[in-house]
C-alpha cells in the first residue's frame, strides 16, 4: 500500500487467501485492506493516538438512513455525552476530495449533527468546525485534540 500524507503507525496486516487484512483497533477484527481501508485505519489511528481520542468513543461503519436511503458513515467520535462530536469521511487515495464528498458528509451530518468534520483521501486532509445555527463550516488548519 502507498505512504500516505499521516505520522506512521505500526499496522497489525496478514496475508490469507492470497488477500491482505489489516487489524481494525475498533472493530477488533481483520478487515480486508482496500485502499480506502487503508486510509480509514490511519484516521483511526491518527485521532487515537495523535489525537488522543479515546478508543472507547469512537465507531466504525454504522449505518445510518439519510432521505429513506440506507448509509453508512465511515467514523464518528462521541462526546462523554453520547452525542456526535466528530464524522469523518474517508476516500481511497486515488479519489479526488470534490465538492461532491463536501454534499456527501454534510447529508450524513444533517442527521448526527457533528461538531467537527473531517474529509481524507489519506493525502489530503480537510478538517471543518460545524455552525449548525447557520448551516454552515468554517475550515480549521489543524484538527483539536482531544480535550479531557
Known amino acids: 500500500m502507498q505512504d500516505l500524507n499521516f505520522p506512521k503507525y505500526?499496522?497489525?496486516?496478514k496475508n490469507s487467501e492470497n488477500s491482505l487484512s489489516i487489524f481494525d483497533i475498533v472493530r477488533k477484527k481483520f478487515v480486508l485492506l482496500q485502499p480506502e481501508e487503508w486510509v480509514r485505519q490511519h484516521t483511526l489511528h491518527f485521532l487515537i493516538h495523535t489525537k488522543?481520542?479515546?478508543?472507547?468513543?469512537?465507531?466504525?461503519?454504522?449505518?445510518l438512513v439519510v432521505n429513506q436511503l440506507k448509509k453508512r458513515y465511515d467514523i464518528v467520535v462521541f462526546n462523554a455525552l453520547g452525542q456526535v462530536e466528530i464524522?469523518?469521511?474517508?476516500?481511497?487515495?486515488?479519489?479526488?476530495?470534490?465538492?461532491?464528498?463536501f454534499d456527501q458528509i454534510a447529508r450524513y451530518?444533517?442527521?448526527l449533527k457533528a461538531q467537527?468534520?473531517?474529509?481524507?483521501?489519506g493525502m489530503a486532509h480537510y478538517f471543518c468546525k460545524m455552525d449548525h445555527v447557520n448551516e454552515k463550516y468554517t475550515f480549521l488548519k489543524e484538527f483539536p485534540d482531544f480535550r479531557r
Open 10 to 13: 505500526a499496522f497489525r496486516i
Open 52 to 63: 488522543q481520542y479515546p478508543l472507547s468513543l469512537v465507531n466504525v461503519e454504522k449505518q
Open 87 to 101: 464524522l469523518v469521511e474517508c476516500k481511497s487515495p486515488t479519489t479526488k476530495i470534490t465538492q461532491e464528498v
Open 109 to 111: 451530518n444533517y442527521q
Open 116 to 121: 467537527y468534520l473531517m474529509v481524507t483521501n
